[in-house]
């Protein structure tokens, strides 16, 4: 008769370890959406991720390290989420990119926005991180949107579309705004055609 091999913990040590970073960051990001800055330390999000205060220092030692990590982590999400958009038209395109400015994630990228223009050490980490999300933003934009930026005025329309995207998203913060904001996306996406289409060097 053989030797019997005890069972043991099948998921591998460093599988465990991603999931439960996956954990705290997904917690911190709905921590920050729904509490703010104030009301968002670690162990609260750890309580909320179902680990220790120990565990999730041991991933992110500071408070900074773990809200910007949050914020940026749901950022790559979202981005490769409208890259695997299929091309299904304009106004598909800008109801999707203003999604990602009107859930839990741009709720969350605000109170990290305020919280930075208040705290030195967070706001050179909040800057950079939201100068690369942008240029990803709107690199994704112009694929999506089939733009020719070598065309005068398509950049700056791409760039209005996501400011005008993150002004929508402000609008919600309060109040539901769906119903205005369907609207909008309507008529954006058709002077988005119409800018986007114009032939090279024709007048508006």
Same mark, same amino acid.
């Given at each position: 008769?053989?030797?019997? !091999?005890?069972?043991?913990?099948? !998921?591998?040590?460093?599988?465990?370890?991603?999931?439960?970073?996956?954990?705290?960051?997904? %917690?911190?990001? %709905?921590?920050?959406?729904?509490?703010?800055? %104030?009301?968002?330390?670690?162990?609260?999000?750890?309580?909320?991720?179902?680990?220790?205060?120990? +565990?999730?220092?041991?991933?992110?030692?500071?408070?900074?390290?773990?809200?910007? %990590?949050?914020?940026?982590?749901? #950022?790559?999400?979202?981005? =490769?989420? &409208?890259?695997?958009?299929?091309?299904?038209?304009?106004? #598909?395109?800008?109801?999707?990119?203003?999604? &990602?400015?009107?859930?839990?994630?741009?709720? =969350?990228?605000?109170?990290? $926005?305020?919280? =930075?223009? @208040?705290?030195?050490?967070?706001?050179?980490?909040?800057?950079?991180?939201?100068?690369?999300?942008?240029?990803?933003?709107?690199?994704?934009?112009?694929?999506?949107?089939?733009?020719?930026?070598?065309?005068?005025?398509?950049?700056?329309?791409?760039?209005?579309?996501?400011?005008?995207?993150?002004?929508?998203?402000? +609008? @919600?913060?309060? !109040?539901?705004?769906?119903?205005?904001?369907?609207?909008?996306?309507?008529? $954006?996406?058709?002077?988005?055609?119409?800018?986007?289409?114009?032939?090279?060097?024709?007048?508006?």
């Amino acid at each position: 008769m053989g030797v019997v !091999t005890p069972p043991t913990d099948r !998921t591998p040590k460093q599988d465990r370890s991603r999931a439960t970073r996956r954990r705290l960051l997904e %917690a911190a990001v %709905a921590c920050l959406a729904e509490h703010g800055w %104030a009301g968002s330390t670690v162990s609260v999000v750890a309580e909320r991720a179902g680990v220790s205060r120990g +565990a999730a220092q041991h991933h992110f030692p500071t408070r900074e390290d773990l809200f910007t %990590a949050a914020v940026e982590y749901v #950022a790559e999400e979202r981005s =490769a989420a &409208l890259r695997a958009l299929p091309v299904q038209g304009r106004a #598909a395109v800008v109801a999707a990119l203003v999604d &990602l400015y009107t859930g839990p994630l741009f709720r =969350a990228a605000l109170q990290l $926005w305020v919280a =930075a223009s @208040n705290e030195e050490q967070l706001r050179p980490r909040v800057t950079e991180l939201e100068a690369r999300v942008g240029r990803e933003t709107h690199r994704i934009a112009v694929g999506l949107l089939t733009a020719d930026e070598t065309k005068p005025g398509v950049r700056e329309t791409v760039q209005g579309l996501l400011d005008m995207a993150r002004g929508l998203g402000l +609008a @919600n913060v309060l !109040t539901d705004d769906t119903a205005r904001r369907q609207r909008v996306v309507a008529q $954006w996406a058709a002077l988005l055609d119409d800018a986007l289409d114009r032939p090279r060097g024709t007048c508006g």
